[in-house]
Each structure stands twice: as structure tokens, then as C-alpha cells.
């Protein structure tokens, strides 16, 4: 039987350009006061995911609220080279890096 439980994501993508990092430290800090998170954690968390921002292209994350934890994911592009395909397109996929539980 199909999950009814709809998860409703918040995208970020920044460009690649190291002054643009702080944009996460917003998103998570109004993300964690909307899911009445403490900030216990909260730079640690923010630490992490600006360590995932890469200067080469831009950077894709989403965010989603799960009961009383808030989820920070980033998407991991795999390249068409790695799979095998000549002409692919890439192809990609999203990792967890942060979970703030209240």
C-alpha cells in the first residue's frame, strides 16, 4: 500500500561563489525555529553543509521537516562517465547530511 504522506521539500541552490554560503545558515535557522528545534547543534549543522558547497558548479540542497526533526539533503550529481553512457545525460541523487532532531 502507497505512502499518503506528502513531503513538501525546500530547495536551495547556490551559485559557485564562496559569499553566497550564508544563504544556508538562513534557510536552517528559519527551518529549525519553524519545527521549534533548539539551536544546540545549529552552527555544527550549518558548518557541514556550507562544507558541501562546491565552487566548480552550483550546489543544490533541500530541506524537509519529518515529525520533530528537520532533514538538510544535498544532491550528488553522478557523471555520465562514471555509469558508462556515452551522450547520457547526468544523473543524480540526493544524501543526507544533516538531521536536527528537537
Not at 544563504?23 to 549543522?45: D, N, Q, S, T, Y
Request: aromatic share 6%; glycine share 8%; net charge negative.
Amino acid at each position: 500500500m502507497a505512502s499518503t504522506d506528502a513531503v513538501d521539500y525546500t530547495y536551495l541552490t547556490l551559485p559557485p561563489d564562496r559569499s553566497f554560503r550564508s544563504c544556508i545558515g538562513l534557510v536552517v535557522a528559519g527551518l529549525a525555529a519553524r519545527a521549534k528545534i533548539g539551536v544546540a547543534g545549529l552552527e555544527e549543522a550549518i558548518e557541514l553543509l556550507e562544507n558541501q558547497h562546491t565552487l566548480d558548479r552550483p550546489t543544490r540542497y533541500r530541506f524537509y521537516l519529518k515529525e520533530d526533526s528537520l532533514i538538510a539533503e544535498v544532491e550528488e550529481r553522478k557523471p555520465a562517465t562514471v555509469r558508462g553512457g556515452i551522450g547520457a545525460n547526468d544523473e543524480s541523487g540526493w544524501r543526507t547530511v544533516v538531521e536536527m532532531v528537537s
